[in-house]
T-cell receptor, first 112, second 113 residues
Framework: QQQVKQSPQSLIVQKGGISIINCAYE??????FPWYQQFPGKGPALLIA?????SEKKEGRFTISFNKSAKQFSLHIMDSQPGDSATYFC???????????FGAGTRLFVKA | KAGVTQTPRYLIKTRGQQVTLSCSPI?????VSWYQQTPGQGLQFLFE???????NKGNFPGRFSGRQFSNSRSEMNVSTLELGDSALYLC????????????FGSGTQLSVL
């Protein structure tokens, strides 16, 4: 019940294309769903986050879509750029749980 | 503001030894969490501290322990090292009382030979 399942494991997208990463969860106690971006040699950095009372959140080229009934959420990267090449982690945090559960990660490569 | 600082950056130990890793959170952040990152298991939660109290712990053996000091700096200790403990150990601090908006350090890469 604590798992967050992420797909695909890796993704190759052409420059200017749309990158889509999907995640699913089981635990209905999760109430905060962030996405983190990690470059080699660095720790993950918070990219964008959403709460279950909102179905979509957009920040620049990054959009989270959230489907509460299906217990699924996804990250869309519009106009993907080579600089977006990194590993992306979806995550979930339960109310008062003082922990964040991470998906397995998606390695994104944007071809120039 | 300075980011989360982890020391040392790299560490090589042999089986059976113990190791202590250090983390200095962003100034004003009182919550510090530790994660183990490996290629096969991804990011696994170790424990979280707030105001010197451990509020949550992951599913790791008792060889993994941590503590937080009054200035919010944190240390984690691994005793009787095993080959499988080789990993990147990440520390994250949070400005919130809960577990949102984690700010990660660059980690300590531990290699156990």
């Amino acid at each position: 019940q604590q798992q967050v399942k992420q797909s695909p494991q890796s993704l190759i997208v052409q420059k200017g294309g749309i990158s889509i990463i999907n995640c699913a969860y089981e635990n209905t106690a999760f109430d905060y769903f962030p996405w983190y971006q990690q470059f080699p040699g660095k720790g993950p950095a918070l990219l964008i986050a959403i709460r279950p009372d909102v179905s979509e959140k957009k920040e620049g080229r990054f959009t989270i879509s959230f489907n509460k009934s299906a217990k699924q959420f996804s990250l869309h990267i519009m106009d993907s750029q080579p600089g977006d090449s990194a590993t992306y982690f979806c995550a979930a945090s339960p109310t008062g749980g003082f922990k964040t559960i991470f998906g397995a990660g998606t390695r994104l490569f944007v071809k120039a | 503001k300075a980011g989360v600082t982890q020391t040392p950056r790299y560490l090589i130990k042999t089986r059976g030894q113990q190791v202590t890793l250090s983390c200095s959170p962003i100034s004003g952040h009182r919550s510090v969490s530790w994660y183990q990152q490996t290629p096969g298991q991804g990011l696994q939660f170790l424990f979280e501290y707030f105001s010197e109290t451990q509020r949550n712990k992951g599913n790791f053996p008792g060889r993994f322990s941590g503590r937080q000091f009054s200035n919010s700096r944190s240390e984690m200790n691994v005793s009787t090292l095993e080959l499988g403990d080789s990993a990147l150990y990440l520390c994250a601090s949070s400005p919130m009382g809960g577990h949102e908006k984690l700010f990660f350090g660059s980690g300590t890469q531990l290699s156990v030979l």
